[in-house]
């Protein structure tokens, strides 16, 4: 099967510290609502805050998972929050989606590059769209 360009499977990582916690949440929260009401109808997959470190990414963070064509309502929605999120596609290189076709939203962060999986070998395409992400 083939994923046409609109339905192509991107992420976003939501980062948050201690102070900024509750913000993220409250941003969690309309991403939900956003959803539920068919604003950004295409929203896949809402990730739980996880409150600490976890592969490349140096401080906690959440995922959300949606298709390209949701990239410009989910890019407003990360602008308006003031929050650090780095937004990428999903491909078959972990490394080019986390660096070079990465969009940083806010300061970016430096990011743990070997931890990901090596080019032609990334897991996340394969899980895309599953529901045990």
């Known amino acids: 099967m083939t994923i046409s360009d609109g339905q192509a499977p991107y992420h976003a990582h939501i980062y948050y510290t201690d102070e900024s916690r509750e913000e993220a949440a409250a941003l969690r929260e309309r991403f939900a609502a956003a959803k539920a009401d068919g604003t950004i109808r295409e929203l896949l997959f809402i990730g739980r805050m996880g409150d600490h470190a976890v592969g490349p990414h140096p401080i906690p963070e959440y995922e959300i998972h949606f298709t390209k064509a949701m990239l410009p309502a989910v890019t407003t929605m990360l ?52 529901s045990d992400f």
């Open 79 to 130: 602008g308006a929050s003031g929050l650090r999120a780095l937004v990428h596609p999903l491909t078959d290189d972990d490394v080019a989606d986390h660096t070079s076709l990465a969009q940083w939203i806010g300061d970016p962060l430096p990011l743990k590059l070997e931890t990901l999986d090596p080019p032609g070998a990334n897991q996340g395409m394969a899980r895309f769209g599953k």
